[in-house]
């Protein structure tokens, strides 16, 4: 028995040195190859990642160039935009200006009144009419011609009503209602001109020529005797206008009532 015991000892033994026995080359091999795979991978995320951040900010720099043109562009129309205002603005005060002298100048609106003989067309000359290509703006621009430098006060008129009902949401609207109010007056078209300033009044709260048709009105209301009215309406551009010159001038015509 002893042989056989001595037998399984040896083999046992030699059992154990085979589980010890350190691992194959081949496999120590595709261990290497494997960390190498992983390690290019990383490189080649790296490198990917770095090629879209350049082009991140290469894109970012030309989205920062392109604000920088509309800036540009943004102001220099700006600019342009506060040219045509201050010249609109001179125009209106122009025009104010002129329509207040023959106001007072109280024309009879008749063939034998110079002022208005120069203003009226001749019966043989046609109505301008407004040109269906122009713009807006070259539109309103050649209804105020008519009276800032051909002094054709009834000519304007039809070229004003046709730019309102062409362009009705134009922000030059309150205005042509305004100056329609203006020389229908000159006209002697009492109504229809409180019907252009009352348009102002009601519909365009916001528009700077509010006041100034306000006092028009109690001019008007004034004029026909309607001195309680009239009152109303220098009150209460003096009540909503306190700072504007239209308050000024309606002081001075509740003092005279």
């Given at each position: 028995?002893?042989?056989?015991?001595?037998?399984?000892?040896?083999?046992?033994s030699?059992?154990t040195?085979?589980w010890?026995?350190p691992?194959?080359?081949?496999?120590?091999?595709?261990s290497?190859?494997?960390?190498?795979?992983?390690?290019?991978?990383?490189?080649?995320?790296?490198q990917?990642?770095?090629?879209?951040?350049a082009?991140?900010?290469?894109?970012?720099?030309?989205?920062?160039?392109e604000?920088?043109q509309l800036?540009?562009i943004t102001?220099?129309?700006?600019?342009?935009?506060?040219?045509?205002?201050?010249?609109?603005?001179?125009?209106?005060?122009?025009?104010?200006?002129?329509?207040?002298?023959?106001?007072?100048?109280?024309?009879?609106?008749?063939?034998?009144?110079?002022?208005?003989s120069?203003?009226?067309?001749?019966?043989s000359?046609?109505?301008?009419?407004?040109?269906?290509?122009?713009?807006?703006?070259e539109?309103?621009?050649?209804?105020?011609?008519?009276?800032?430098?051909?002094?054709r006060?009834?000519?304007?008129?039809?070229?004003?009503?046709a730019?309102?009902?062409?362009?009705?949401?134009?922000?030059?609207?309150?205005?042509?209602h305004y100056?329609?109010?203006?020389?229908?007056?000159?006209?002697?078209?009492?109504?229809g001109?409180?019907?252009?300033?009352?348009t102002?009044?009601?519909?365009?709260?916001?528009?700077?020529?509010?006041p100034?048709?306000?006092?028009?009105?109690?001019?008007?209301?004034?004029?026909e005797g309607?001195?309680?009215?009239?009152?109303q309406?220098?009150?209460?551009?003096?009540?909503?206008?306190?700072?504007?010159?239209?308050?000024?001038?309606?002081i001075?015509?509740?003092?005279?009532?």
């Amino acid at each position: 028995m002893k042989p056989k015991i001595i037998l399984a000892a040896l083999l046992m033994s030699g059992s154990t040195h085979v589980w010890a026995a350190p691992a194959p080359v081949s496999e120590a091999t595709a261990s290497e190859s494997s960390i190498e795979q992983r390690l290019s991978r990383l490189e080649q995320m790296m490198q990917s990642r770095n090629l879209l951040q350049a082009n991140l900010q290469q894109q970012l720099d030309l989205l920062q160039d392109e604000v920088s043109q509309l800036r540009g562009i943004t102001e220099e129309h700006s600019y342009k935009l506060e040219k045509v205002l201050q010249r609109q603005r001179e125009l209106y005060q122009e025009i104010e200006n002129r329509v207040s002298a023959a106001y007072t100048q109280q024309p009879s609106y008749d063939s034998q009144t110079p002022a208005m003989s120069t203003s009226m067309p001749d019966s043989s000359t046609p109505e301008p009419t407004m040109s269906t290509n122009l713009s807006e703006n070259e539109a309103y621009d050649k209804a105020v011609k008519l009276i800032m430098q051909d002094k054709r006060y009834a000519a304007a008129i039809p070229e004003f009503q046709a730019f309102v009902q062409t362009y009705p949401n134009s922000v030059y609207v309150p205005n042509a209602h305004y100056w329609l109010g203006q020389l229908l007056t000159i006209q002697g078209d009492t109504a229809g001109a409180k019907s252009h300033f009352e348009t102002v009044v009601n519909q365009y709260s916001d528009s700077s020529k509010r006041p100034d048709a306000l006092l028009k009105l109690g001019t008007l209301e004034q004029q026909e005797g309607q001195l309680a009215k009239a009152k109303q309406l220098f009150n209460e551009i003096i009540t909503q206008y306190p700072d504007s010159t239209a308050a000024k001038l309606a002081i001075e015509r509740i003092s005279k009532l």
